[in-house]
């Protein structure tokens, strides 16, 4: 029986993408995404959740994200459930889940926070 790993999710870069390149050559970027949620709870109050996801691409898709998208920046997520373990030095295991992105949509305007007067980049 085959299953299906698909996640698709949208929000904001917590910081800027992190780029580096593994011995092999390949390009690997990580960075955070935040998700803001509202919901009206039990009583009628209105409640607003704020969750994190840690994101990681590869290759072209990695050297993109790093070029273009910025903390702050909107970006619409398609990509794969990993969950990665460890074991601490005192011998606890850990676990952590992070998106493996397959494809990242710049939703922004193309233009830097930091440089209001930046062309727009061509996504």
């Known amino acids: 029986m085959a299953f299906y790993n698909h996640v698709t999710m949208m929000g904001n870069l ?6 580096r390149y593994i011995p ?3 390009a690997v970027c990580n960075f955070g995404l935040t998700i803001n949620s509202a919901y009206t ?4 109050k209105k409640q607003e959740e704020v ?3 840690d994101i990681v691409c590869w290759n072209k898709l990695a050297e993109a994200v790093a070029e273009y998208l910025h903390k702050g920046s909107p970006a619409f ?3 794969r459930l990993k969950q990665n373990s460890w074991e601490t030095e005192d011998g606890q295991k850990r676990y952590k889940h992070e998106i493996v992105a397959r494809s990242v ?4 305007n193309g ?3 930091q440089d209001e ?3 727009d980049v061509p996504f």
């Open 117 to 119: 007067d930046e062309d």
């Open 14 to 19: 917590t910081k800027d993408p992190e780029l």
């Open 77 to 79: 997520i398609d990509g």
């Open 41 to 44: 709870d039990g009583n009628g």
């Open 111 to 113: 233009k830097s926070d």
């Open 105 to 108: 949509q710049f939703l922004g």
């Open 51 to 53: 969750t994190f996801i």
């Open 24 to 26: 092999s050559g390949a």
